[in-house]
């Protein structure tokens, strides 16, 4: 295997790994938001059962309090996956990037070995 092959093989790993990691993410942001809503839901039918909304009153249920922190730290969560999501795109377009100049160097080496080989054939035989 020549050396620009294993470079190629790597950024292909490279780009690879990078878009299964933004694709866990997105799966990650989803399923947070999906329990965020649920959470949501929760809330509103103790404060309901309760008649309480007030978060600050003395007799507010302790299940609802406790809801809203759980949902303030999943929402919390996906602004920081958001994050690492639009920096994991960035890094993406890099290794895409990379990729593109590595098989087009590999691309070009392809090309001019054929007519060095035959170069170096011919120079045998005419040597004897």
């Known amino acids: 295997m020549k050396p620009r092959e294993s470079v190629v093989r790597l950024k292909m790993f490279q780009v690879r790994e990078k878009r299964r990691q933004i694709s866990q993410l997105d799966m990650m942001?989803?399923?947070?938001?999906?329990?965020?809503?649920?959470?949501?839901t929760q809330i509103a039918n103790e404060e309901r059962k309760s008649g309480i909304t007030d978060v600050n009153h003395f007799a507010y249920p302790t299940f609802a309090r406790a809801a809203?922190?759980?949902?303030?730290?999943?929402?919390?969560?996906?602004?920081?996956?958001?994050?690492?999501?639009a920096s994991g795109e960035m890094k993406l377009h890099e290794l895409e990037a990379e990729l593109e100049r590595a098989q087009?160097?590999?691309?070009?080496?392809?090309?001019?070995?054929?007519?060095?080989?035959?170069?170096?054939?011919?120079?045998?035989?005419?040597?004897?």
């Open 104 to 128: 087009a160097l590999e691309e070009r080496d392809g090309k001019s070995l054929p007519s060095e080989d035959v170069v170096f054939v011919q120079s045998r035989s005419m040597i004897g």
């Open 68 to 85: 809203r922190q759980r949902r303030e730290n999943l929402i919390n969560s996906i602004r920081d996956l958001q994050i690492q999501k």
């Open 29 to 40: 942001m989803s399923e947070f938001d999906r329990m965020a809503s649920e959470l949501e």
